[in-house]
């Protein structure tokens, strides 16, 4: 078990090619599911001042293990997606990736709605809250909150 | 006063590779510590140490004394002094700081502290600029090293992930692992190597045993050989190992049982006059 911290793809791409120390390089990587990450003893050796930022970043263990992905039991409820169009943008053939965590859309009989289970998977969650993701999960808050409100309205269908 | 001035006037004449290698580090003959507490060791010690490894090394080897000629039989030897990735880059028969003469080029989170370099099993590895198509000839290959710490994870070295054809790599899963055969717990496997001739492949361990692992098809392949990770030849890392290497070497030249079995010693008496704890 070694410690990284994770990284933004703005900041993966700023260290890529540039030494920490005089005959090291900077090596920011990717786990099996896509996420950026810079090691400890890189952090640690880094003395400069162009990215002192990796100073701030918190460090966290890292597993080899893969996060588990397996798509939740379907409820058979869900609630419906809203229709515009920039929403939709968002899932392409009805789906929507993020790290190996696939999310599948239903179509219904009254629209596009996703499934209760998916709006409840606590690993897809823990996936978005990754650094790396930030930039996706804000596209998402007004998406989120939306469907929020629906299930609290009890506006639930059947996905059956 | 200079290195050169000293070391006429200490009356010792050093073989060239030792001259060559504590000039780039810049490792003066006097009593000035050099590394890191508790492997730091004096000037006179480092300047004594290594020539008395490479004086017993060209005899393992039948070279002739006071000539630069340890490259005739190691493509690459690397013996990590002092402590940071600067000092330890350097390949000890040829330490000249560029790929063709295999200076390593390290990447990642590597610790480097006075008795070898370990990488993290995260993002480190360091490339050899060695690769086998270029270097190795038929049936022509010995690699090793001396391991100072066990690692927990990992291969490293170079691999046909596509073809399923190992190539030349260590690896360590519950213990001291040589090629992919396990050997959990084998406390002899300080000193590896890999020896390959026209007929046979042999695995040494610290007190000469062939392991007698069965041998690899050996693919020559334009791909470098990693340090701390295993470079796949048809994609990208798909290894990393946290192996502390107190010494690795590498060449494409054939060598006998007779001078692996007379140089082990010299290897881990080495280590010892290095104070590394072995």
Not at chain 1, 86 to 97: G, R, S
Not at chain 2, 154 to 173: C, K, Q
């Amino acid at each position: 078990m070694s410690k990284i911290a994770y990284l933004t793809i703005e900041q993966y791409r700023s260290l890529q090619g540039q030494y920490f120390t005089q005959d090291n390089l900077f090596n920011p990587s990717a786990t099996a599911d896509g996420s950026y990450f810079i090691s400890e003893q890189e952090i640690n050796a880094y003395e400069g001042q162009e990215f002192a930022w990796l100073k701030d970043l918190p460090l966290v263990d890292i597993s080899n293990e893969l996060p588990d992905t397996t798509v939740p039991v379907m409820t058979g409820s869900g609630v419906l997606i809203p229709v515009e169009a920039e929403i939709l943008e968002l899932f392409p053939n009805n789906t929507f990736n993020l790290g190996g965590f696939k999310i599948e859309l239903i179509q219904s009989a009254q629209g596009l709605a996703v499934d209760l289970a998916y709006l409840n998977w606590q690993g897809f969650r823990d996936e978005q809250d990754k650094p790396q993701n930030a930039t996706i999960k804000a596209s998402f808050t007004a998406l989120w909150y939306e469907l929020l409100a629906r299930y609290q309205r009890g506006e639930i269908i059947s996905t059956m | 006063m200079s290195r050169r001035v000293i070391y006429y006037n200490a009356g010792k004449s050093y073989e060239p590779e030792t001259v060559a290698l504590m000039d780039v580090l810049g490792i003066l003959n006097n009593s000035t510590n050099y590394g890191t507490s508790p492997y730091d060791l004096t000037g006179v010690e480092l300047w004594t140490y290594i020539d008395k490894f490479f004086v017993a090394t060209k005899g393992a080897f039948s070279l002739t004394l006071k000539v630069n000629n340890l490259s005739t039989v190691f493509d690459a030897m690397w013996l990590f002094l002092l402590d940071s990735a600067t000092s330890c880059k350097y390949n000890a028969v040829n330490p000249v700081d560029s790929d063709a003469a295999f200076r390593l080029s390290f990447s990642g989170g590597w610790t480097f502290n006075g008795a070898g370099i370990k990488g993290n099993a995260s993002n480190a590895y360091a490339n050899t600029h060695w690769d086998s198509l270029a270097k190795a000839g038929a049936q022509q290959l010995l690699f090793g090293g001396y391991q100072r710490g066990k690692g927990t994870t990992g291969l490293e070295g170079t691999w046909d992930l596509t073809n399923a054809t190992r190539i030349y790599e260590f690896g360590l899963f519950d213990g001291y692992t040589l090629g992919s055969q396990s050997s959990a717990g084998n406390a002899n496997l300080r000193f590896t190597a890999v020896n390959l001739d026209s007929t046979n492949m042999k695995t040494y361990d610290k007190d000469g045993l062939d392991l007698s692992y069965s041998a690899p098809t050996l693919t020559l392949i334009n791909k470098p050989f990693y340090l701390g990770a295993r470079n796949n030849n048809n994609a990208s890392i798909n290894q990393y190992s946290d192996i502390e290497w107190a010494m690795r070497f590498i060449t494409g030249k054939a060598v006998t049982e007779s001078q692996i079995l007379a140089w082990i010693p010299i290897v881990h008496q080495l280590q010892i006059d290095l104070k590394r704890n072995v």
